[in-house]
Each structure stands twice: as C-alpha cells, then as structure tokens.
C-alpha cells in the first residue's frame, strides 16, 4: 500500500518572502519616482527596497528547495513577484528617462509571455531554470540595482547626483552596459525557453496515429 503524497503547506517563510516582494513593488515605485527621480535620498530608499527584493527571492527559493517546501501557491506567485518588481524598475527608470521605453517595451513583453506560458503549461511541461535565464536574472539585477542609484549623467545633477563626480558618471554607463547584456540575454533565454516548450509539448503528445 502506498503512503499518500504529504503536501506542503502554503503558509511557510518561503511563500512569505514571496509574498512581502509583492508588497513591496508599489513602496519601490513610490520611492523611485518621488520628485521625478531626482530625489537623491529616495534613490537610495528605493534601491534599498529592490535590494531586499532581490535578496528574498534569492533566500526563498534556497529554502523552499532545501526543505521541500515547493508549492502550488508558490509556483505561481515567485515568478509574478519577480516580474512585478523588475517590470517596475523598467517603468520607473523608463519615466525618469534613465532607461529608453523601446527597450522597456521589449523587455516586458518577453517576460510577461513567458510568464504566462509557463504557467499555462505548469502541469504538462516541467522546465528547470536554464543557464541562460540565470546570467539573465543577474545581469538585470546588475544593470537595475546601478540606474536606481543618483548617479550623475546628462542633465542628472546637482545634490549627492554630483558628490560620485566621474566615477559615479562611469558607474552609470557601466550599468547601461550591463542592460544591454541583460537585454540581450532576456531575448535569448526568451527563445530558448519557448524552444523547450514546443520541444516536450512534442515529446509529451508523441508522434501522430498512422
């Protein structure tokens, strides 16, 4: 006789830092955009927020593998969280003109597609996050955490914007540079991913009836 599956339950710390970057996402973009973005003080608090946001999803993933704490709930909301807090940044950096909105466009329109998709197919298809969706994930983090900062460029100036001088000017392209790797690796983890999909729907239906 075989024992019956014991689920996790989904009040446990891994669903709740999932829960907490959701909450999070209004609070980053109040800060972000306080003074059209040129408050240097909100600056900092908002990349404070995004910090911890990252740094959640980091810790609850690690936790929820390591105790078996997988869950439905937590299936469905970790990505969403992501997206929600990431697609903020864009938006936000987007308004206060850090960040062109083609490339804001571009960028949420893949991660919202794969996003849903991969919900859509959640109980077919099984896809471990690949190589190219990690360096992604980072290289936005990067680019992101780097424009929030008051750093000093165009007509960004004046306050703590001006007290990084050159350095804080060479950090800010950095960051662009970076976003341009970000971009370009979220196209191409974009296409691997929706590759994969097509690949095992293929696989899981099997070849057609003669």
Not at 94 to 112: N, P, Q, Y
Not at 152 to 162: L, R, V, Y
Not at 172 to 189: D, E, H, K, N, R
Request: aromatic share 12%.
């Amino acid at each position: 006789m075989s024992t019956p599956e014991v689920r996790a339950s989904n009040y446990n710390v891994p669903n709740a830092l999932t829960a907490l970057r959701i909450v999070l996402v209004p609070f980053f973009g109040w800060a972000l955009l306080q003074d059209g973005g040129d408050s240097t003080l909100w600056r900092w608090v908002a990349f404070a927020i995004f910090a911890v946001a990252m740094i959640t999803d980091k810790i609850d993933g690690d936790l929820a593998r390591k105790h078996d704490l997988v869950t439905d709930f937590g299936k469905i909301a970790d990505p969403i969280a992501d997206k929600a807090i990431t697609g903020m940044a864009f938006i936000g950096l987007s308004i206060v003109g850090d960040i062109w909105w083609w490339v804001t466009i571009l960028v949420l329109v893949r991660e919202w597609s794969v996003t849903l998709l991969r919900l859509s197919v959640l109980k077919h298809v099984v896809l471990p996050a690949n190589q190219s969706g990690k360096i992604k994930t980072t290289l936005q983090a990067v680019a992101l955490s780097g424009l929030v900062w008051p750093l000093p460029h165009g007509d960004a100036h004046g306050g703590s914007f001006d007290a990084w001088g050159r350095f804080g000017e060479a950090l800010f392209y950095l960051s662009q540079v970076a976003l341009a790797g970000a971009v370009a690796m979220t196209m191409w983890s974009g296409f691997e991913f929706f590759r994969d999909v097509w690949r095992q729907r293929g696989a899981v239906s099997g070849p057609p009836r003669t």
